[in-house]
């Protein structure tokens, strides 16, 4: 997703692999949360409950809201209008100083030389094992000015540890910032309802500074959806609750409606999740992310030589598409279910959900890379029973992205 017109089928972040959610009572006046002040709100934390948040999750130490009612109605929300979703959970680590393009491309395994200002970059975040660390969106503010917006994991701390031994010259912190995603069909007519034709000139995987009665942001053409979108990225929490009955008002006309991640359309477009899909256990080869490793730039960023050997020795394991038969699966999968070959396990079903559009339960699966093939039939052991799968193309939906603009880009 960037100006080569890159197709990613795996866009940062992801909020499915949670912690168990946390309700709140349905009532005109909800109960406050307990929790404690070790888990931070997010600026849009009232703003969701005031217009139906009834769970939460908890990622990136900060509530993400799961639940606004039925789960298939917020997937057809999205794909049919649009849906406003409070994604303050995608925290930023903000690296700046005269040495922090050298640092950022220490961090990633893909090439960084032609990402320029006002760029937006999916990267993976790889350790000394080449494993997965974090697959953020990356955005260039200034020549020696990043953000990595990120899935659910500490590269804070991961950055400053490596900062403070690398001898570069570059400062590391968390800023104030927290992004919404406006996503779906016509959230392009909403946006230019409120900031003018200005927003047409933003290509796919790029970002501008923009100013909403003071409010300060900055606006990328991204989104974990799959589907037409923006993020909006606040740059004053304060004003948190201001912005998002901005939007809300502005989109009414055009079937705006409150809403969480969909895990529906993210499986539907191949899109990873952090902790479910990939860990620091998964290569970048294993998930088909090779175009995002370079193994001939001179930079030697951190799991060079073991990306190396594994490019030269071959994956054991390889992740796929597959549909698993039987009635339409209920809710999404809160455990990795065994994939077998007769009474061999061979895999595990890592993301798995109904699609109402697709008529048809698809899932991401990691498997030994000879049963890999398409067509390959399997068995999967769900709580409740066994079942057929089959081993199909990803994304399941959309594989050119066409729908997300990539082709206006």
């Known amino acids: 997703m960037s100006q080569d017109h890159e197709i990613d089928t795996s866009a940062a972040p992801d909020f499915d692999a949670v912690l168990p959610t946390m309700v709140v009572a349905a009532n005109d006046s909800p109960k406050p949360f307990g929790f404690g002040t070790q888990i931070r709100k997010s600026a849009y934390f009232d703003a969701t409950v005031r217009w139906g948040a009834t769970a939460f999750s908890v990622y990136n130490h900060m509530y993400i809201p799961r639940d606004f009612g039925d789960p298939q109605q917020n997937f057809w929300n999205l794909v049919n209008?649009?849906?406003?979703s409070d994604v303050a959970v995608e925290r930023q680590v903000e690296i700046t100083g005269p040495d922090a393009a050298t640092f950022v491309q220490m961090l990633t395994p893909r090439n960084l030389?032609?990402?320029?200002?006002?760029?937006?970059?999916?990267?993976?975040?790889?350790?000394?094992?080449?494993?997965?660390?974090?697959?953020?969106?990356?955005l260039r503010?200034?020549?020696n000015h990043f953000?990595?917006?990120?899935?659910?994991?500490?590269?804070?701390l991961w950055a400053q540890g490596l900062a403070f031994n690398s001898g570069l010259d570059v400062q590391i912190c968390e800023p104030d910032v927290s992004p919404l995603q406006l996503q779906g069909p016509r959230s392009g007519e909403i946006m230019q309802s409120v900031f003018g034709d200005k927003i047409n000139e933003l290509r796919y995987y790029w970002f501008a500074e923009f100013e909403l009665d003071g409010i300060p942001l900055i606006i990328s053409r991204t989104g974990w959806s799959s589907e037409l979108g923006y993020e909006l990225y606040l740059r004053d929490g304060s004003r948190g609750d201001e912005l998002w009955e901005r939007l809300m008002a502005a989109g009414e006309p055009y079937g705006l409606q409150p809403g969480h991640t969909s895990s529906i359309r993210r499986i539907e477009g191949g899109m990873l999740s952090y902790h479910a899909d990939m860990d620091s256990r998964t290569n970048p080869y294993e998930l088909g992310l090779g175009r995002l490793v370079d193994l001939e730039m001179d930079t030697d960023f951190i799991g060079k030589a073991a990306l190396k050997q594994i490019a030269a020795e071959g994956i054991q394991r390889k992740q796929v598409g597959m549909v698993i038969d039987g009635e339409p699966i209920t809710g999404s999968n809160t455990e990795f279910w065994p994939v077998m070959k007769g009474i061999k396990q061979v895999g595990v079903v890592t993301s798995a959900v109904y699609s109402p559009r697709l008529d048809a339960n698809i899932a991401l699966v990691m498997v030994s890379i000879e049963y890999s093939e398409l067509g390959t039939k399997t068995e999967i052991v769900t709580p409740m029973e066994c079942r057929s799968?089959?081993?199909?193309?990803?994304?399941?939906?959309d594989p050119k992205k066409s729908l997300a603009g990539l082709k206006s880009a």
């Open 81 to 84: 209008a649009a849906t406003l």
């Open 113 to 138: 030389s032609t990402c320029a200002v006002g760029q937006c970059k999916y990267v993976l975040i790889t350790n000394a094992e080449g494993g997965v660390l974090n697959d953020p969106i990356l």
């Open 141 to 143: 503010l200034a020549e």
């Open 147 to 156: 953000w990595l917006s990120l899935a659910d994991s500490d590269i804070l």
């Open 389 to 397: 799968g089959t081993v199909v193309e990803k994304p399941f939906y």
